[in-house]
Each structure stands twice: as C-alpha cells, then as structure tokens.
C-alpha cells in the first residue's frame, strides 16, 4: 500500500482499552488511518492478538484498495488505562459485557483521559444512561458499537445516553466518516440497540431449529448465505420487501403477508435452554463445518469474500456504487485527494512507480488467477495516478478537461495470484499540446515479475465541448518534464508493437 503524509482523520491520537476480537479490530482501523494508538490490555496474549488482527487487517486493505492510505500510525503497548488515554483524543473501551466491570473501566478512563476526549463503548447491549452513572464528565460518553470485523465492516451505532451531548454524538460521526466508518445514530437508547435486537431474534430461532433437529448448522448456514445474505448485503430488509411487493410496493408487500404474521411459526418468545446437551451438539456441528480451518484462516477467508462483495458493490449502480461499494468509493476519493498534496514526487530520471495495489477475490478468474480485464484496470488506474501527478485531478476533470486513452495496445507475459503485491510503472514516451503516449510495466510478487506491459495513447479533451483541446501549460510543463527525462531511458522493445508480431498466425485456407 502507498503510504502518504498526514492521516486523513479530524483526531490523530486514539486510546483502545481492550484488544480482543472487537479492540483489536479498533486498534487497526485507527492505524490504517493514520492514528497513533495506545492500547491498554492485561490479557498476557494480548500483543500476539493484536499484531495477527493487524496483520489480517493489512492484507485485506491491500486487496479492498489500491487508494493510498496514509502512514500507519504508531501502536503502543501502556501498564495501565491512565497511561494509555492520557493524551487521547478518542478512548474506545472494548472489555467484557459486564456492567461492574465497564462501569469500573469507564471510570479510570474518564479520570485520566484529557477533558476533550471522546469515550465511546463497544458494548453491544448496554444502554450508555448505564454507563454513564459515576461519571464525572458523562456527556462525552456514548456508545460506538461496531460489528467483527471492525477494519472491513464500516457500520458504527452511535447511541448516546441521558446525559451524551449533541456536539459529541456529531463529533464522533465526524471522526468515523474520515476513517471509512458510517455512523448511525440511533434516535433512542434500548437494550442492544438496532443491529444486535434484529441478530438476536434470528439467532434464538436458529438455536430452537437446531435443538429441534430441523436441520444442522451447516444447513442453517447455507440458507443464509445462498438467499436472503446475498440480498441483504446490499438492500437490507425493508427495500428487499419492497421489491417483493411487485411494482405496488412496500403497501402491497404488507397487505399480502402482514397476516402471516399472525401465523403460530416462530418460537421467538421461548427460550432455549443452552444446556451442556445442546451446547456439545452446536459445537460438534460447527467443528466438522470447520473442516479443519483455524480460526485465524476463516478469518481471511471471511475477509476475502467481505472484500470481493464490497468491490462488486463499488462498481455498482452504473459505477456510483451501491451501499457499502459506495462508502468505500466516496472514501478512496478523499484519500486520492489528500494524496495529492503530500505524496512525495517519484524520481522522474527512472520510470515513474505510481501504482501499489494487491490482487483481490474480485479479480481471480476460473483458472485461480487475476481475470485479463483487471490487468487493463490496473494500468487505467496507472495512468489517472500519472494524471493527478502532472494536475489533472477530481476538480480538473469537474472543470471539463481531462485526458482520455483513444488506443491501448496490452500484452500478457505472466499470471497473478490473489493477495499477490502487484507494481505498475510508467515511461512517458511523447508529449505535444494534444496527445500523451505512454508505456506502462506491471511487476507482480517480491521478485517483481514482469506479468504485463501495455502502450497508451491518450488525448487531451474539453468534456463539455465533446471534442479535443490544448492542454494548459502548466499541465503540459509537468508532462514536458518527464518526457525530456525519461528521453534518456532506453525505448521499451515493445514499444509500437503489433499484435501478434513476429509471430503472426498463418491466414486460414
């Protein structure tokens, strides 16, 4: 991942007190954004946990974005929470679900941490008018429950409590919409807020069809994830029915099956007693649908497909993107823009290193490998990083003017893997007013194969007029300098080659 100067985030300084599945994840959504973290956790594990749930967090980053995200900040390990909030700007407390225990550990934070520091809770169903009882500063507290895994899932429920002031409710948001996070707030407090009320009456329903031996877990699984996930991924509940409701809508949805409800089919206001019986038969059901996998090897599988989805929901809606596509689309735009004015300059006296990307599930083909037309998006990303380079960025291009590629020529030399390191780098051939000719190399691995190369031609257009134009001279001056370097580089062999050249296929008889 490229990295740049400066975090994109309104804070710079986080506190993560707990680092388990839920703080670890925290931990390494701040750093990727920039944020120093120092972390308080007495678990004797605790810095083994934390560096394998930064790890898996880097290694899916490298395949959700090629965006350049800003220089990892730096983790600190405290001996106790006062040492860690002291000077932090947002102290995120993720320790057991007990209320003692919270409302101890809140405490020692709201004591030590600077009178302007946020504090929000992971609790996942803790009303914060509890949390808050003690506190000596309670209107900076307030809940930010995020869902596993916190560095690839964006959603956070802002809940605030009695005493939680607007300004720290819209401070929060602020600082979760710069690290790539959406932050929902729930307009009132309640017992396990919005998303865990919705998991909660599918999971006891779940646990009566196992207990009842309707079907086992694997099954139960399979008709999540082959039907209404996939819907739910990317419309939710509510706009999934109304499609069902035909082009009458939402109205004729509820008419239709509002009676059904009525209906005796769900057991959701029993109980089921999680005895030893059917915790073992949950347990020996979830061992052999593991099939041998590890948990830290499901978590990457789970990263990957998370990854994969997100992509697909990117290129949504006609390339606007769609739902959670769309969050990370916006958010690539903002670090694309910061990139701009602090990136340092490549070395022009060699070929241009402009793009760092990582090979996503999106991109693998039927045969394991990167599918061929990822190789020309890598490349087209290639040159739009060459035209942010030289000015031609988002708000030249708003402006009406941009380059547009009129002729590529793209040849395949070797195969990528997933999660594979690619590299791209340009060689800037000519330049006149008009046209930018280019020559791009694509390296994959440590060892930096060269799997692709491709030779572009662009041309300089005014978008409003629908026809070519001059580019200005302080763009063309970036260019002209480039150029008159890169005219000491030796000229790619491949440079104006034809397909099939030297070995062109003999014509059919």
């Given at each position: 991942m490229t990295a740049t100067v400066g975090a994109l985030a309104p804070i710079s300084r986080a506190a993560c007190v707990g680092g388990g599945v839920i703080g670890g994840g925290w931990i390494a959504r701040f750093l990727l954004a920039g944020i120093d973290v120092k972390v308080f956790d007495p678990h004797?594990?605790?810095?083994?946990?934390?560096?394998?749930?930064?790890?898996?967090?880097?290694?899916?980053?490298?395949?959700?974005?090629?965006a350049p995200l800003p220089k990892r900040g730096r983790l600190t390990f405290c001996a106790s929470v006062a040492e860690a909030v002291a000077d932090a700007q947002w102290v995120q407390e993720s320790v057991p679900e007990r209320l003692d225990l919270k409302r101890r550990v809140l405490a020692e934070i709201d004591a030590g941490a600077p009178a302007e520091a946020l504090i929000g809770s992971s609790t996942s169903g803790l009303?914060?008018?509890?949390?808050?009882?003690?506190?000596?500063?309670?209107?900076?507290?307030?809940?930010?429950?995020?869902?596993?895994?916190?560095?690839?899932?964006?959603?956070?429920?802002?809940?605030?409590?009695?005493?939680?002031?607007?300004?720290?409710?819209?401070?929060?948001?602020?600082v979760l919409d710069a690290i790539g996070m959406k932050g929902v707030v729930i307009a009132r407090e309640i017992e396990a807020f919005v998303g865990d009320r919705l998991l909660e009456a599918l999971w006891r329903?779940?646990?009566?069809?196992?207990k009842d031996d309707i079907c086992d877990v694997e099954t139960l699984d399979d008709v999540i994830r082959y039907s209404f996930g996939l819907r739910w991924a990317q419309m939710g509940l509510f706009q999934t029915y109304r499609i069902a409701g035909g082009e009458a809508g939402m109205r004729h949805f509820l008419a239709q099956f509002g009676p059904c409800l009525q209906w005796p089919w769900t057991r959701l206001t029993d109980v089921v007693d999680l005895d030893d019986a059917l915790v073992e038969k949950i347990g020996g059901q979830s061992d052999a649908q593991a099939a041998g996998l590890s948990?830290?090897?499901?978590?990457?599988?789970?990263?990957?497909?998370l990854v994969g989805i997100v992509q697909a929901l990117k290129a949504g809606q006609g390339g606007e993107g769609w739902g959670a596509g769309r969050l990370l689309k916006e958010f690539e735009q903002r670090l694309w823009a910061q990139a701009g004015g602090g990136a340092p300059a490549p070395d022009p006296t060699a070929p241009l290193?402009?793009?760092?990307?990582?090979?996503?599930?999106?991109?693998?083909?039927?045969?394991?490998?990167?599918t061929e037309h990822r190789y020309l998006q890598v490349f087209g990303d290639t040159?739009?990083?060459?035209?942010?380079?030289?000015?031609?960025?988002?708000?030249?291009?708003?402006?009406g003017h941009s380059y547009y590629t009129v002729e590529t020529h793209l040849r395949h030399l070797g195969e990528a893997r997933l999660g594979e390191a690619l590299t791209c780098t340009t060689q800037v051939l000519a330049v006149d007013d008009k046209r930018l000719h280019l020559f791009h190399r694509l390296f994959a691995g440590p060892e930096r194969r060269e799997i692709a190369t491709a030779e572009y031609m662009m041309l300089h257009v005014d978008s409003r007029a629908g026809r070519s134009a001059p580019a200005p001279e302080h763009v063309l001056a970036k260019l002209r300098a480039i150029a008159d370097a890169h005219a000491k580089l030796e000229t790619p062999a491949a440079v104006g080659r034809a397909i099939g050249q030297k070995t062109r296929l003999a014509a059919p008889v």
């Amino acid at each position: 991942m490229t990295a740049t100067v400066g975090a994109l985030a309104p804070i710079s300084r986080a506190a993560c007190v707990g680092g388990g599945v839920i703080g670890g994840g925290w931990i390494a959504r701040f750093l990727l954004a920039g944020i120093d973290v120092k972390v308080f956790d007495p678990h004797p594990a605790a810095q083994r946990i934390v560096a394998e749930v930064l790890a898996n967090a880097e290694r899916a980053y490298g395949m959700l974005t090629g965006a350049p995200l800003p220089k990892r900040g730096r983790l600190t390990f405290c001996a106790s929470v006062a040492e860690a909030v002291a000077d932090a700007q947002w102290v995120q407390e993720s320790v057991p679900e007990r209320l003692d225990l919270k409302r101890r550990v809140l405490a020692e934070i709201d004591a030590g941490a600077p009178a302007e520091a946020l504090i929000g809770s992971s609790t996942s169903g803790l009303k914060p008018s509890d949390l808050q009882a003690g506190l000596a500063h309670p209107g900076r507290l307030f809940v930010a429950h995020p869902y596993n895994p916190v560095y690839l899932l964006p959603l956070v429920e802002i809940v605030g409590g009695a005493a939680t002031t607007p300004e720290t409710i819209a401070r929060a948001k602020a600082v979760l919409d710069a690290i790539g996070m959406k932050g929902v707030v729930i307009a009132r407090e309640i017992e396990a807020f919005v998303g865990d009320r919705l998991l909660e009456a599918l999971w006891r329903e779940a646990l009566w069809l196992i207990k009842d031996d309707i079907c086992d877990v694997e099954t139960l699984d399979d008709v999540i994830r082959y039907s209404f996930g996939l819907r739910w991924a990317q419309m939710g509940l509510f706009q999934t029915y109304r499609i069902a409701g035909g082009e009458a809508g939402m109205r004729h949805f509820l008419a239709q099956f509002g009676p059904c409800l009525q209906w005796p089919w769900t057991r959701l206001t029993d109980v089921v007693d999680l005895d030893d019986a059917l915790v073992e038969k949950i347990g020996g059901q979830s061992d052999a649908q593991a099939a041998g996998l590890s948990i830290r090897e499901l978590e990457r599988i789970r990263d990957e497909n998370l990854v994969g989805i997100v992509q697909a929901l990117k290129a949504g809606q006609g390339g606007e993107g769609w739902g959670a596509g769309r969050l990370l689309k916006e958010f690539e735009q903002r670090l694309w823009a910061q990139a701009g004015g602090g990136a340092p300059a490549p070395d022009p006296t060699a070929p241009l290193e402009l793009l760092e990307i990582r090979v996503s599930p999106a991109w693998i083909d039927y045969n394991g490998h990167m599918t061929e037309h990822r190789y020309l998006q890598v490349f087209g990303d290639t040159s739009d990083a060459l035209l942010r380079l030289i000015g031609v960025d988002f708000a030249y291009v708003e402006a009406g003017h941009s380059y547009y590629t009129v002729e590529t020529h793209l040849r395949h030399l070797g195969e990528a893997r997933l999660g594979e390191a690619l590299t791209c780098t340009t060689q800037v051939l000519a330049v006149d007013d008009k046209r930018l000719h280019l020559f791009h190399r694509l390296f994959a691995g440590p060892e930096r194969r060269e799997i692709a190369t491709a030779e572009y031609m662009m041309l300089h257009v005014d978008s409003r007029a629908g026809r070519s134009a001059p580019a200005p001279e302080h763009v063309l001056a970036k260019l002209r300098a480039i150029a008159d370097a890169h005219a000491k580089l030796e000229t790619p062999a491949a440079v104006g080659r034809a397909i099939g050249q030297k070995t062109r296929l003999a014509a059919p008889v």
